[in-house]
């Protein structure tokens, strides 16, 4: 009986796949931003003139309304992102809805708020809305932040609608096939396994785009809405348009900016890491 010999074949090793996205936001990235935006308000501090009160005396003297400008400008972005998510969340769910209508509603909703300029429906929520709205006795007033939080909200919405379906959609068949084999109902499918497992992959977008929010809120000034842009713009007025002060008070509205933004960008890194996916 002849001795069957066996060789051993090589194998070939899966290529080790490289992240293609090496830059990663660090903490020296902020520290060099904000010393770049003190010094760029050297030449503004070397050009004023003695008789004049300083730069800095006149910044700290606006800081408290500035502030509070801020404040509001923080305030606008949470409103707005809360009614853009509500909405948004549904209209995430028409589109993966079995209704062909539905879906094709909330498809094309999306797709309309979602690629149209955010200053333009923000014109649009302005001059188109009214004033006050009457419901028998009851007068309810809109005033322009109101309309401008609505404005705002709309391109949320869409965004938020398709960070819904894609978050949906990312998740695999054999998910909806499981539910369905233990006879749940599409409603319990949604709200008892699917959504619970897209928050993760869901949370980074959302994140960013309310940063994006927040930064889009100074447009509000450009319709008269008092945030931090605007008094920005009366505090210089009311200093007879000091020229040496434009670069140190938009710097300082830059800075607050930043200030409030950049942990918001470094935690979302870090969810991103921590909830990634590897299919």
């Known amino acids: 009986m002849k001795k069957i010999e066996t060789s051993i074949l090589p194998v070939m090793m899966p290529r080790r796949i490289r992240p293609t996205n090496k830059f990663r936001l660090k903490a020296w990235h902020g520290i060099i931003l904000v010393m770049l935006a003190i010094v760029t308000t050297v030449p503004a501090f070397a050009a004023e003139e003695p008789a004049r009160a300083s730069i800095l005396d006149v910044l700290f003297r606006w800081m408290p309304l500035l502030l509070e400008g801020f404040v509001f400008n923080v305030i606008i972005s949470i409103i707005a992102m809360a009614i853009g998510t509500i909405t948004g969340a549904a209209l995430g769910l028409g589109q993966i809805s079995l209704n062909g209508s539905v879906r094709k509603f909330a498809w094309i909703t999306t797709q309309f708020f979602r690629n149209a300029p955010w200053l333009v429906l923000l014109f649009f929520a302005m001059f188109l809305l009214p004033f006050e709205i009457r419901i028998g006795d009851f ?50 499918v949604l709200w008892r396994i699917i959504l619970p497992q897209c928050v993760k992959r869901m949370l980074p977008p959302w994140m960013n785009l309310y940063s994006i929010l927040t930064m889009a809120t100074v447009l509000a000034s450009i319709v008269g809405v008092s945030e931090m842009m605007t008094l920005t713009g009366q505090a210089l007025a009311a200093e007879g348009g000091r020229s040496d002060l434009l670069m140190p008070f938009y710097s300082f509205v830059l800075l607050m900016f930043f200030i409030y933004c950049y942990p918001i960008a470094r935690w979302t890194v870090r969810l991103e890491k921590k909830f990634a996916v590897i299919n």
Do not use: C, H, Y
Request: proline residues 8%; aromatic residues 6%.
């Open 139 to 188: 007068t309810i007033p809109l005033p322009d932040w109101v309309k401008a939080i609505i404005g705002l909200s709309l391109p949320v919405m869409a965004n938020v609608s398709e960070i819904v379906r894609g978050g949906v959609s990312s998740l695999p068949s054999g998910q909806w096939e499981a539910a369905e084999s233990l006879a749940f109902s599409r409603t319990q």
